[in-house]
């Protein structure tokens, strides 16, 4: 059974493995995802996770020393990643490993590379592809269609999960692939 503090609220999540760890304000909106060892703290201010996001393995998420951490709708926040008093926009990919501190706000259907470093305050527009250390804007696309079909990915794979299935079917990923 995952670790739930108190003050947490779900709003009927996909799925929330047994290793992970929820403490403080924090909000879990439908279809949410959290997987293997997340730690998620919110002490003060708070957390919110929108539809469709999922956590992937050994993410930390906490909030910042002045502000909240606020995650948009059909995110796919990759392993290792840390979130920091961030705010992330709807559609967006979190690359793995890469780290968003204090302050940061990245706008609608952006990348982050892996391994990135987002400095404290730094923002980002829509469609920015964010890369480097410290990171800065090096393109822009809409990846929105993109980052919808990992987020769809996980979602199918987190229903799976729920029925004990711990592999996706050739029928799953066509779902998946036809949207």
Not at 31 to 46: D, G, I, L, Q
Not at 53 to 82: K, P, W
């Amino acid at each position: 059974m995952p670790l739930f503090g108190n003050d947490i609220q779900l709003n009927k999540p996909a799925f929330i493995h047994d290793s992970a760890q929820l403490y403080g304000k924090i909000t879990l909106e439908e279809n949410v995802s959290v997987w293997p060892n997340v730690v998620m703290r919110a002490e003060a201010f708070e957390i919110r996770i929108g539809t469709g996001t999922n956590l992937q393995d050994f993410v930390m998420v906490h909030v910042g020393n002045m502000c909240s951490t606020i995650v948009g709708e059909n995110c796919s926040i990759t392993h290792r990643a840390t979130l920091h008093g961030c705010e992330i926009g709807n559609n967006c990919l979190i690359g793995i490993n890469s780290t968003l501190m204090d302050g940061v706000k990245i706008g609608n259907n952006c990348i982050v590379a892996g391994h990135a470093i987002l400095t404290e305050g730094s923002q980002f527009p829509d469609n920015a592809i964010i890369a480097g250390v410290p990171a800065k804007q090096v393109g822009t696309k809409d990846n929105s269609e993109a980052n919808l079909m990992n987020a769809r990915f996980y979602l199918r794979n987190a229903r799976n999960y729920q029925q004990g299935i711990y592999r996706l079917s050739d029928a799953d990923i066509q779902a998946v692939l036809n949207g």
